[in-house]
């Protein structure tokens, strides 16, 4: 039986030098509660010692002061009542009796007390107590038993004059300072089970730390594995796509096919476009998502990026019929930013106005008020709802009745541009009323010149 002891033990100690997460465990379940569990012993029972030191102490001062009375004023009977009652008044925790004792012809009786009533009386002495006697050494005797489950001292002590011996017995109940004691200890274990219920969610909760860990670690390659995975796809898809495209072209311009032929070239190529886009949003994403897109930053007047977008797209709105507006001003307002990024999402933004405004007129506004640069892209169409807008700038979200009507979108154009947006160190926000319009606002610092 113990040699299969042994072997467990020593099985279950290999287990932990291989695996330092069980050695952890054990350290936390087991080795800090027993170091707190000796170190609270070992402090009560220091705790104890001193408290019944002192006790002593205490004890040993009160008989001094009686005897020292008795010896200069060993006839003045009422002020050494007196003395011995507040003296039990004062102590009135442990100290049960105090009272002065004289030897007569058959025992000891009582000559003064704390309880006068019990004067005359007469009073045994504890037979140890006579037996150890006394001497010019050792005049101070103490008796200390258990009487009924309290914890009890007899105190004795001589005191000779010119005139006689007298003899000062005290008695002691320690039952309301024990249970104080006892509650003292109660709390201590009670505060060490709480430690050591800690001390094992602990060890649970590092537990599941390693495993999340090792998890996310398991995870995060999968994610990179996946990400690589669809960068690649998604850089395949672009060259058969591209013939396509090209291929589409040349039917559309060859004369030998026929009007309905060509009609069908037309959705093919219009198809493959589509698909292109797509491919590059997904690219976008990837690159934004991995952190792999750099900045390159200069300083540059912003109203020049937003006259070269709005002149670019002033076609597009034209061809819906659409008026496109931007008023400079007069006044330079300095950004640092990459200005391809931020082309981006100025593109995004005033395509997504055009698309979804069937009449009147797109407008641009960029205001600099102290440091912050606003640029406002203000759109008369059919709005966007309090519900919808909460999803606007989700992945794959297409917002006010999109999904039912004949306009074309991967659904991350938004996504895309707030991202941008938040990594040219800027915001993106929008302020909609249905069968109004839109206004999306971008917010920038801008930069000092000084």
Request: charged letters at 25%.
């Amino acid at each position: 039986m113990i040699s299969k002891l042994l072997l467990a033990l020593e099985k279950g100690i290999t287990v932990m030098r291989s695996n330092s997460r069980m050695l952890l465990v054990a350290i936390l379940v087991f080795v800090f509660p027993l170091l707190f569990t000796w170190l609270t012993h070992s402090f009560l029972a220091t705790a104890t010692t001193n408290i019944e030191t002192v006790d002593g102490k205490r004890l040993g001062a009160i008989h001094k002061a009686v005897s020292t009375v008795i010896s200069y004023n060993e006839t003045q009977s009422d002020f050494i009542n007196n003395l011995l009652r507040d003296l039990v008044a004062d102590n009135k925790q442990d100290l049960v009796t105090l009272r002065v004792l004289v030897e007569g012809e058959d025992g000891f009786e009582v000559l003064y007390a704390d309880d006068t009533s019990v004067i005359g009386a007469k009073q045994p002495i504890n037979q140890h107590v006579l037996n150890a006697g006394f001497t010019e050494e050792r005049d101070f005797n103490r008796f200390a038993f258990t009487f009924q489950g309290q914890r009890i001292w007899h105190g004795y002590t001589k005191v000779s004059t010119l005139k006689r011996d007298y003899y000062i017995f005290s008695e002691q109940n320690f039952t309301v300072i024990d249970g104080i004691m006892s509650n003292r200890q109660m709390q201590a274990y009670y505060g060490l089970t709480a430690i050591f219920v800690f001390l094992i969610a602990l060890a649970y909760w590092l537990n599941k730390q390693v495993d999340w860990h090792r998890k996310y670690v398991t995870l995060s390659a999968q994610l990179k594995e996946r990400d690589l995975f669809s960068n690649m796809i998604a850089h395949e898809f672009r060259a058969p796509l591209t013939a396509i495209k090209g291929y589409a072209s040349f039917l559309q311009d060859a004369k030998e096919i026929s009007d309905e032929e060509k009609r069908y070239v037309s959705i093919i190529r219009s198809q493959a476009e589509r698909l292109v886009l797509l491919v590059n949003d997904f690219l976008e994403v990837a690159r934004l998502q991995s952190g792999k897109m750099k900045l390159q930053n200069e300083t540059i007047d912003i109203r020049e990026i937003i006259i070269a977008v709005t002149e670019d797209l002033k076609i597009t709105a034209k061809e819906k019929g659409l008026e496109l507006k931007y008023n400079p001003g007069a006044v330079k307002i300095f950004i640092e930013t990459d200005k391809n990024r931020l082309t981006q999402a100025l593109i995004n933004i005033i395509n997504n106005a055009i698309k979804y405004t069937e009449k009147g007129q797109i407008e641009v506004s960029c205001t600099q008020k102290n440091d912050e640069i606003k640029i406002r892209v203000m759109d008369t169409g059919a709005g966007i709802s309090a519900e919808d807008q909460k999803k606007l700038f989700a992945p794959f979200e297409r917002v006010g009745g999109a999904e039912d009507s004949e306009k074309t979108g991967t659904g991350l154009g938004m996504y895309i541009t707030k991202k941008l947006v938040v990594l040219l160190e800027g915001s993106i926000s929008v302020e909609s009323i249905e069968g109004v319009g839109s206004h999306v606002v971008l917010n920038f610092k801008a930069k000092s010149l000084r």
